[in-house]
């Protein structure tokens, strides 16, 4: 009885032409190179994004410079003065260059509500996992502008 389960959902899945999200990629897109300042994790995390995006077969070569910035602000605080509740805000500019033209300047922004820990390793390690999320949505809204240049 397990084997025909295993067997209809294989074919289920095989035959709905499911596929995953991230697996369509533009070959016409090519970041001959990016320039990033700012914010050295958020930096981290978007140089292995655009790392990936080097395809030199590809009819548009683009060079992308960034600025970034993380902020860290207090919503609430507890009665002993112990912050309760952040938001952490990331801000990233994009200036797209073709050709040593600026074709197009995006601003894009994320933000996150969190509760604080008291195990403060827990809590700058939550804050990384936010910043890559946040970094990660605001990578698929540029790649989406991009696409949109060609």
């Known amino acids: ?6 067997i209809i959902i294989f074919l289920l899945l095989s035959a709905c032409g499911y596929q995953l999200a991230n697996n369509e990629v533009n070959t ?8 990033l ?11 292995k994004s655009l790392s990936r ?3 030199t077969n590809a ?21 002993s003065g112990e912050n309760v509740n952040l938001t952490l805000n990331i801000n990233i500019k994009f200036e797209i260059f073709n050709n040593n033209n600026l074709i197009k300047t995006l601003e894009l922004k994320d933000s996150a ?9 827990e809590q700058k390690q939550y804050e990384r996992v936010l910043i890559e999320n946040m970094v990660d949505n605001i990578l698929v809204i540029f790649y989406e502008n991009l696409i949109e240049i060609e």
């Open 1 to 6: 009885m397990i084997k025909i389960k295993i």
């Open 28 to 35: 016409d897109i090519y970041i001959a190179n990016y320039n």
């Open 37 to 47: 300042n700012g914010d050295k994790y958020i930096n981290k995390v978007l140089s």
């Open 53 to 55: 995006s080097k395809n």
């Open 59 to 79: 009819k548009n070569e683009f060079t992308v410079t960034t600025f970034s910035e993380v902020e860290k602000t207090v919503n609430s605080k507890n009665k």
């Open 113 to 121: 509500n969190y509760n604080s820990s008291n195990n403060k390793f």
